[in-house]
């Protein structure tokens, strides 16, 4: 699966964004798709996950409430709607596709393919 995700930018607190992953290669509905970001000088992170149908998602503490995933398999895309963004919010997002356990699929280790990141920058 090849997977390359657009929509970052640079945007005022407060604002919004969405991004976009777009899929190609091996069927796109059978697999888990997660997003996460990389802060500078840290860790990667996780932000939220939604299931092969797009019936269960599942969101890191720090996004719930602000942050929605959701897949549209007939475009083999996914996307992720951020509102009210912080300056913490501040990383470069990845997306990910993974075919494991859907408890596991908050691990960046449940992932078998990543696309190459977009930069998000939220200013003060």
């Known amino acids: 699966v090849q997977l390359q995700a657009f929509g970052g930018g640079l945007v005022q607190a407060g604002g919004s964004l969405r991004l976009s992953c777009a899929a190609s290669?091996?069927?796109?509905?059978?697999?888990?798709m997660g997003w996460f970001r990389q802060a500078p000088g840290k860790e990667r992170e996780f932000v939220a996950r939604?299931?092969?149908?797009?019936?269960?998602?599942y969101y890191a503490d720090s996004v719930k409430g602000r942050f929605t995933i959701s897949r549209d398999n007939a475009k083999n895309t996914v996307y992720l709607q951020m509102n009210s963004l912080k300056p913490e919010d501040t990383a470069v997002y990845y997306c990910?596709?993974?075919?494991?356990?859907?408890?596991?699929?908050?691990?960046?280790?449940?992932?078998?393919?990543w696309g190459q990141g977009t930069e998000v920058t939220v200013s003060s």
């Open positions: 290669g091996r069927p796109f509905s059978s697999y888990v």
């Open positions: 939604i299931s092969w149908s797009g019936g269960s998602t």
């Open positions: 990910a596709a993974g075919s494991g356990r859907i408890a596991t699929m908050s691990r960046e280790n449940s992932y078998d393919y």
